[in-house]
């Protein structure tokens, strides 16, 4: 429908963030500091493109009415559309393992805060306490930033 009707596409995601927002609001409400806003938009499942022109209209305003901190977590090999992710002004991306973190981080910049990139499956169920250390060690030293102060508006994450 993206291609055959882009505009039904637009009005179902509006729907579809309305729930997203009303949600959201519900747990700041009963306290959340912080939310995580899982997406679908992952490589095997939505272009590069089609993120840009459909999905990044959404996470920029559900960012802009948040009163806190919008962390955003997509599966997959994210490397395609980094750029545009980091031009949504999410507070926070968390990313899978299967992204470069040295080539996430070049991409970015300072433009979007960081957290993840580690192979949890792998890694935390199933590695060793050395495995652990090593992998947490790239991730720090390709500069990801697990948490750090949020300089917008006062957010911190």
Known sequence: MTIDDPDK?????GILKEVTVIFAQA????????LTL???ATGD????KTYRDFLMPVHKELEEGMSCPLILHICGDTTDRLNYISQTKIDCFHFDSKVD????KEIVKDKLILMGNGDNPATLLKGTPEKVRKEIFRVIEAGVEIAKEHCREGKNL
Request: aromatic content about 4%; proline content about 4%.
């Open 9 to 13: 596409v637009r009005r179902i995601l």
């Open 27 to 34: 747990q700041i409400e009963v306290g959340a500091d912080a």
């Open 38 to 40: 899982g997406d679908q």
């Open 101 to 104: 973190a040295f080539k996430a």
């Open 45 to 48: 499942l939505c272009s590069p």
